[in-house]
């Protein structure tokens, strides 16, 4: 791929005024308020929950019987009057046919689905899709994409599906890769991506333009995005990605800029909140099928053969939990979210003993977030963080078949024979399936759409299988997990027969801390 210059001399669109003074285009009986208090705080929430890393307040409108609309932000907010195009899709043959392509400007996506009569309408999130009018002109479209944080099954397709999709649906050809992660705004060259030049990158693991992890000065991106006449910036990343674009928006914001920010969430941990599943979560799990099979083979094999498979998961186990659900072999899964001990009555050594005299044979399947704190107690732990602070974790598999076999040799009564297998990174390091592609299109066009009908500082992702815009605080400030109270987990645990490691006293507890704290938070995919 060839390299650009890193500067070209697109005109600079600058606010007349920094005055938030866009009404939204809602019905009449709607009205848009402050973030809303929680529990009597009179802080925004936005502002509370990001720290000192975020100055947005959230954009919130309000409607009859409890409706809420999250909204994201949009061009005209800080730049008014800003002209309008009819949008190219309607001259465009492939999507002629659509009988009602274009979406209505009020659709908006519920976060809650299940309701009861009495219920509020509860929360709202614009609906993704393309609008009849648009605020940039083919022409003036300078795109570039970046990808941030860890590989993930789907990072080339989503790069091959903004690439194309500009081009064939919006004739946007000016689009600029951003090489190794957010320092690569300043650090690096570019390069100049095309649909013939991504054409094949989908049958590819991996991100075509690199990634990294660790520090960025924000201020250093911005200028070079302006430097380069950039004024659409799609952004692929984890939580730390998006709290990233968050802070390069309000720095855009504070520029006046005409520049449309998107985030495109990625983690294959599947615990980015609100939305339905992250890319590349599929994939790992259909893969991590075949390491499970691997340990299942070489367990049953032996007399007394345990199989110990790690999979990613660093704070949430949904890998492991559907890895376990979905390949039956397995007899005990362990995840960050449900704290395990081995030693005693209902520990996880005596349900080993159990299994192996009642089937000669068992496969545990390990999250990696899982029991740190029990290893921490067994070793002299230091708090290792990475580049971009995340906690680096201990080896839970490594340690947890060394106790496995340490504690066997103990007991004298049962001879052995365990393997470890970690597929983690062969797991990340693959193409995405077929349904996860073309999740990735969804996720793509929705950004292109977005950023196109002149939304910014927002991300994309199904809310209960719709495609909707979502504020960036929303999937920065919680994480999704597993609830080990949910009937997701009942059902593992009752395909695995594994003990659940908690006592009454600890059911109440976590039944008590998934409580969501406000009506405003009370979203059926939000488990912080
Ligand atoms: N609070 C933050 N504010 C600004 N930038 C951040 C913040 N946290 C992380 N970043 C930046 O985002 C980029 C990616 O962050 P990180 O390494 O945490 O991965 P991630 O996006 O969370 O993805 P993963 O799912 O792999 O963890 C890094 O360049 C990091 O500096
Ligand atoms: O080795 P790295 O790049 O720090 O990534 C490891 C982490 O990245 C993730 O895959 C998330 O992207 C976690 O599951 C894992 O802990
Ligand atoms: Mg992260």
Redesign the pocket.
């Known amino acids: 791929m060839e390299s650009s210059p890193n500067h070209s001399a697109a005109p600079k669109v600058r606010a007349k005024s920094s005055t938030s003074d866009r009404l939204l285009d809602l019905r009449s009986s709607l009205s848009v308020v402050n973030a809303p208090l929680e529990n009597g705080d009179s802080k925004p929430r936005s502002s509370r929950k990001m720290g000192s890393?975020s100055k947005l307040s959230p954009k919130i409108v309000v409607g009859e019987a409890g409706y809420v609309l999250e909204d994201v932000p949009h061009l005209m907010d800080y730049i008014p009057d800003l002209p309008t195009y009819p949008n190219p899709l309607q001259d465009n043959p492939a999507y002629s046919v659509v009988k009602q392509y274009f979406v209505n400007k009020d659709d908006t996506v519920a976060q809650k689905i299940v309701v009861q009569k009495s219920s509020p309408r509860g929360t709202h999130f614009r609906r993704a899709g393309p609008r009849q009018r648009v605020y940039f002109e083919s022409d003036e479209v300078r795109a570039c994409i970046v990808t941030?944080?860890?590989l993930c099954p789907g990072l080339n397709t989503v790069i091959r599906e903004i690439v194309c999709g500009l081009c064939h649906m919006y004739g946007i050809t000016k689009i600029l890769g951003i090489e190794g992660?957010?320092?690569g705004f300043y650090a690096r060259n570019t390069i100049t991506l095309t649909p013939k030049n991504v054409n094949d990158i989908h049958k590819r693991g991996g991100t075509i333009l690199g990634t990294?992890?660790?520090?960025?000065d924000t201020s250093k991106i911005v200028d070079s995005i302006e430097d380069r006449g950039i004024n659409q910036v799609y952004i692929i990343?984890?939580?730390?990605?998006?709290?990233?674009a968050s802070?390069i928006f309000e720095e855009i914001q504070r520029r006046g800029l005409k520049v449309a920010v998107v985030g495109i969430p990625?983690?294959?941990?599947n615990d980015i909140a609100v939305i339905d599943k992250s890319f590349g979560f599929d994939t790992a799990v259909e893969e991590a099928q075949r390491a499970i099979n691997a340990a299942h083979v070489e367990a049953q094999s032996f007399e007394n053969g345990i199989g110990v498979v790690k999979l990613m998961g660093r704070y949430s186990g949904f890998i492991a939990m559907y890895a376990t659900l979905a390949s039956r072999d397995v007899d005990c899964c362990l995840i960050p979210e449900s704290p395990f001990y081995l030693e005693g009555e209902g520990g996880l050594f005596e349900y080993i003993e159990k299994r192996l005299k009642e089937n000669g044979h068992m496969v545990i399947v390990v999250a990696e977030g899982a029991g740190q704190e029990l290893i921490a107690e067994s070793m002299r732990s230091i708090d290792h963080k990475?580049?971009?602070?995340?906690k680096l974790l201990l080896d839970v598999g490594l340690w947890l078949s060394q106790k496995i076999k340490d504690h066997f040799a103990k007991l004298q009564k049962m001879t052995i024979n365990l393997k470890y297998i970690d597929p983690t990174y062969m797991i990340r390091a693959i193409p995405s399936n077929a349904s996860d592609n073309v999740y990735c299109t969804l996720l793509a066009h929705s950004a292109i759409h977005g950023a196109m009908a002149g939304y910014t500082g927002f991300t994309v992702g199904p809310v209960n299988g719709r495609h909707a815009y979502i504020p960036l605080y929303r999937i920065t400030e919680a994480q999704n997990k597993v609830v080990i109270t949910d009937r997701m987990w009942a059902r593992l645990l009752s395909s695995t027969n594994q003990p659940s490691f908690l006592s009454t006293k600890d059911i109440e507890d976590s039944k008590k801390e998934i409580e969501p704290p406000t009506q405003l938070l009370n979203g059926e995919n939000l488990k912080s």
């Open positions: 890393e941030c944080g860890g992660g957010y320092r990294s992890r660790g520090g960025q990343g984890g939580d730390g990605t998006q709290k990233g802070v990625k983690t294959i941990d990475d580049a971009s602070g995340n």
